[in-house]
């Protein structure tokens, strides 16, 4: 993932022009570091052709707040790919360029919620935004 030119040009051999094709992050930029990840996305982005659509998701810690952030220090202590939590407003940026999707970045169980029999959707720790390339 750190290195979106080889990735392009692998998926170039494999792709068509002719095929529908979308970009799907999920939650899969967490060991890329903040001053990168920006880099990367807009990298990926700018090689999909006009109309086609981009999902994103990343951990926060906007629903358990500090015990999110404790079960990130314990990963991070144990593991090789570190996690970074996000803020709201590092994920709505991610769209820049982009058209958001109704409703934009949000907590991924309220993006378009089916009505269920077994309560309300829950706000979590995990945030994402649709968009489409113009």
Same mark, same amino acid.
């Given at each position: ?78 593991? #090789?790919?570190? $996690?970074? !939590? *996000?803020? /709201?407003?590092?994920? &709505? ?11 934009? #970045?949000?907590? $991924?169980? !309220? *993006?378009? /919620?089916?009505?269920? &029999? ?17």
């Amino acid at each position: 993932m750190r290195d979106p030119v080889t990735l392009l040009r692998e998926a170039a051999g494999i792709l068509g022009d002719d095929e529908p094709i979308g970009l799907v992050l999920l939650g899969i930029l967490f060991p890329i570091p903040d001053d990168e990840v920006y880099d990367v996305v807009r990298a990926l982005v700018e090689a999909l052709p006009s109309g086609r659509h981009v999902i994103l998701t990343h951990a926060t810690n906007e629903a358990t707040g500090e015990a999110m952030e404790e079960a990130v220090r314990r990963w991070n202590a144990s593991s #090789p790919a570190p $996690i970074t !939590l *996000w803020a /709201p407003a590092e994920i &709505e940026r991610f769209p820049e360029g982009l058209e958001p999707v109704d409703p934009g #970045p949000v907590s $991924i169980p !309220l *993006w378009r /919620p089916e009505p269920s &029999e077994v309560g309300e959707p829950r706000f979590m720790d995990e945030s994402g935004v649709v968009a489409r390339t113009s």
